[in-house]
């Protein structure tokens, strides 16, 4: 398991020094800075969208819709049919391969969902969407570390009413305690706040992959925050937000909530 072992100073600036390069952050070791200029663009509320680097033809958004149009109606093999069409035409778009892993997922053929997944993996290795988590409980079955079937359980949580998610996510939690991801989703269920803190604690002991350490991490952060911890919530987050090991996902998520709490507090 990551440990939380780097120190970041708050520095304070004089009032010369511009707006945008102002310095929130700097690391005590590497001597890394985060400065505003960093955070803009990441202040309140916002939905992070994987984009690729490249241009997607128009043929291959048109294969790939009709592939996910496919799926949403049960018809898998036609799905998979379009979705290897739009990958043909722009193989290095990952969108198409991850929704084929999606869809053998569906089809109940675990192994090369994996291998798909994996293959999302090495195009975006700074994550898309949920591949991480994926990987992490798809190997963890392989491996004999999970139960046959748990990501897919786990996937059907989404789908869940939040009296019966509750019960599966705390049923999951003290069958699998080992499992990360179930842990994370403690921090989702209504009036839970009381057990919140130790459900992060117990997930971050579980080797998380890294999309769900970074929630768990930036949740910990929002507590320690509330409880009065200002100083070591903003080092969490500065800590995310320049670790060149974070997921893009993480990165982008610590800084808007390290700008909204800078904003709150200035």
């Known amino acids: 398991m990551r440990k939380l072992g780097i120190i970041f100073l708050l520095l304070s600036i004089c009032s010369s020094t511009s707006l945008a390069n102002e310095v929130v952050f700097k690391h005590s070791t590497t001597g890394k800075i985060l400065t505003k200029k960093d955070l803009q663009g990441f202040s309140g509320t916002g939905s992070w969208e994987i984009v690729s680097e490249n241009t997607v033809s128009k043929l291959a958004m048109e294969h790939h819709q009709k592939g996910r149009a496919f799926g949403q109606q049960g018809e898998y093999e036609k799905s998979l049919e379009f979705l290897v069409k739009a990958s043909i035409v722009d193989p ?4 198409p391969i991850y929704d084929m892993a999606y869809t053998n997922m569906l089809m ?3 192994d090369r969902a994996l291998e798909l997944y994996q293959k999302v993996n090495k195009m975006e290795p700074r994550g898309f969407f949920t591949t ?3 990987i992490y409980t798809l190997q963890g079955e392989q491996d004999g570390i999970f139960p046959k079937g748990l990501y897919m359980a786990y996937l059907s949580l989404e789908w869940m009413k939040a009296d019966k998610k ?12 080992n ?42 952060a929002l507590i320690l925050h509330r409880k009065s911890k200002r100083q070591e919530a903003l080092n969490i987050l500065g800590q995310l937000a320049l670790d ?7 990165e982008k998520m610590a800084k808007q909530t390290l700008s909204h709490l800078l904003e709150t507090n200035s």
Do not use: C, H, R
């Open 244 to 250: 060149k090991e974070s997921s893009l996902a993480t």
């Open 92 to 95: 290095k778009w990952a969108y």
């Open 179 to 220: 499992f990360a991801p179930a842990w994370k989703e403690i921090i989702s269920l209504p009036d839970q706040d009381e057990i919140v803190l130790p459900a992060i604690e117990n997930g971050l002991k579980a080797d998380p992959d890294k999309e769900t350490y970074g929630i768990l991490m930036i949740n910990k």
């Open 108 to 110: 109940n053929n675990f």
């Open 132 to 134: 991480k988590t994926a």
């Open 166 to 177: 509750a019960k599966s996510v705390f049923n999951l939690v003290t069958k699998i305690p």
